[in-house]
């Protein structure tokens, strides 16, 4: 196959090397034989943060049972995806894969229905009618949002990969991992879940974290981008009607209409829609219109994302999981965000009764604050965090909530519910009173 991408493709012979920009100095290795964009790979492969995927939720929430998709399941199969259609195309493969891997970091917990908790707590706090029960931003923050979301995952990957996410360099200093401009890029600007006639890269040059202020807003700036971008929307939709068949969420009726979208009687599932889709985007596509689907496959696409709109997103039988992800992030973050108090916030953090979220949420407002934030019996620790102080001191509540909220949102599924736990037990609620009796058993 002709590879028609490649006087475009990302190289330092093709492009500017802003792509190749890092926003700090990187350490070099002695005999690395990495290309840049080969280390990014591997520098997210390495990160907590890809870690944590296998136990985020994609569509489905079932921690008991092994087959149903996983966040990092997901990335993986748009890695697949785009490193085929870029190898085909004559695209920078190191970049397209480095981007894919990357592109859901920051993924909150429960997927996208965390994603809009976070978002409406921070925003609006907890209120019970008119009465304030627990703090959302201040008015001024909000303001400074312009009509934007707080939290949405793609500008949540980036702050993932500039300011969370830590390694240790070669003396042990854990530090941020420093990606490259145009994998950043794609990261933020990766959305596959908007309708788009055909991709191509955006012309402007942009601030990342100052003006990409929604998601969507912008299209990447390299071809690779483009390539996962259109992934992404191609790796989900088979995948998903996969679970729902598997966990009995739609029915045989259900089936006979998705029976009607398909053409040639071919079977719409993970295998059959990928294969179609990567052929007709590396046969249709050129660098004057694009990396562009045939109109019959755009068409196939568009019904596919109608029918798990309508039988599996939008679908009722979800909404007693979206109260039960409402209810253990919003007392989580009612439970941080109470304890704020200029200088006795650590004081407060440390009285609280839930060792697990007591030690879990210090060590995570340790590692992000100015060193002389931390008591000096603890500092020792930190010393080798050499990464960005985001939290300063913790000079206002809105940063404090920033905390908070980065915090919730590095859970895994499971991590969230184990510490909502520490609020339910019975031995939790003695200890809040001051009350517990030693000789006392389960009768």
Known sequence: MEKRFSKVAVSETNNNNIFFNRQLKMYSTKGDIRSPFERDYTRILHANSFRRMKHKTQVFFNVENDHICTRMEHVLHVESVSHSIAKALGLNCELTKAIALGHDLGHAPFGHFGEQILNNLAINGIKDGKEVLVYGLSEQAIKNLNNAPYFWHERNSLRMVDKLDLLPDDNGNNKNLNLTFAVRDGIISHCGELKTVNLKPRTQDIDLTKDFIRSGQFEPATWEGCAVKISDKIAYLGRDIEDAIRLGFITDKDLEELKDIADENIVLNTTTLMHRMIVDICRESSPECGIVLGEVNKKLIDNVLAFNNKHIYLSHKSDAYRDYCKMILSWIYRVLVNLYDYDKTVENINALPYNLLKRSFLDWIYTYTDIDYIPKDKREKYKK?????????????????????????????????KIFKEFITFESILRIHGRRDKNSRET
Do not use: C, P, S, W
């Open 385 to 417: 965090f050499q990464n960005i102080k985001i939290y300063g001191k913790l000079e206002n509540r809105d940063l404090y909530i920033r905390a908070v909220i980065d915090y919730i949102a590095g859970m895994t599924d499971n991590y969230a519910i």
